[in-house]
């Protein structure tokens, strides 16, 4: 009988697992005591469920399948092969999803997935003339580049990293990397919420930067970075929350002060 047709002659108060169990367990005794049904009566099923019921290992082959390695999208594994290392992708994703603002998650998300507009592409569409870099206008424009690998770039990250380990006492041994300014996140280093904020501000202030065709300047950041401060300060007292938004932001509190 079907389950529904035995609920209705027994009137058994019961489920689809128990039943189902219960039609299991009396196959696996007919096997193991060999004893064989010549006249069998069987009901339609699913094709799903005649496969999941009949598997030598229960359902294991259809979990594992479920649970197997996803294979990385193409945006993450060209980044890798860029950065030449392997990526805690897992863990960019995680960081990226609790981003409050709404403008810096979609910032950070168009760095994942490597969609942000840089000058080689404008050159293709026909805005602009040339491909170059427009902070240093000798290198081919690109997403690593201008975030990372210009010379302006890396001389406001030097000041930044300098400015971070005399101010902040648990900085002391901070090294900035591709990867950790890129995403966040770098392999055997830790960091808060707020190290990730400030970072993020950051990056989104040399974006702005290269828009503006301004140099990237460390202490023009300071001032951003206060107002940002104030703002997030501002959002947490009315949401009542300011007591977990000073505790996290005391470390950095000469930062903001500086």
């Not at 805690?88 to 981003?99: L, N, P």
């Not at 040339?130 to 302006?152: A, E, G, I, P, T």
């Not at 960091?191 to 023009?220: E, G």
Request: overall charge positive; some cysteine.
């Amino acid at each position: 009988m079907t389950f529904e047709q035995f609920k209705r002659k027994f009137d058994v108060a019961t489920n689809f697992l128990e039943y189902y169990s219960c039609i299991s367990s009396i196959k696996h005794y007919l096997i193991t005591h060999d004893i064989r049904n010549d006249n069998p009566v069987h009901h339609n099923t699913t094709t799903a469920f005649t496969m999941m019921s009949t598997a030598p290992k229960g359902t294991k082959i259809f979990y594992n399948t479920f649970v197997q390695k996803i294979e990385l999208p193409n945006p993450c594994k060209n980044w890798e092969l860029k950065l030449g290392k392997s990526i805690e992708w897992d863990k960019v994703f995680k960081i990226t999803k609790k981003i409050s603002e709404v403008r810096l998650k979609w910032f950070q998300m168009k760095i994942n997935y490597r969609i942000m507009v840089n000058n080689v592409m404008l050159k293709e569409m026909g805005v602009l003339s040339s491909d170059k870099c427009s902070f240093c206008n000798q290198s081919r424009d690109s997403v690593y580049h201008y975030l990372w690998d210009c010379n302006h770039t890396r001389s406001f990250w030097k000041n930044f990293e300098t400015h971070l380990k005399n101010v902040c006492r648990h900085c002391d041994r901070l090294n900035l990397s591709d990867s950790l300014i890129l995403f966040g996140c770098d392999t055997n280093v830790r960091t808060d919420s707020v190290f990730d904020f400030i970072v993020l501000c950051a990056k989104f202030f040399v974006y702005k930067c290269r828009y503006t065709k301004t140099k990237p300047l460390f202490q023009v950041f300071l001032q951003d970075l206060t107002f940002r401060y104030k703002i997030e300060e501002f959002c947490h007292k009315t949401d009542m929350t300011y007591v977990k938004f000073q505790q996290g932001w005391l470390p950095y509190m000469d930062l903001i002060n500086s």
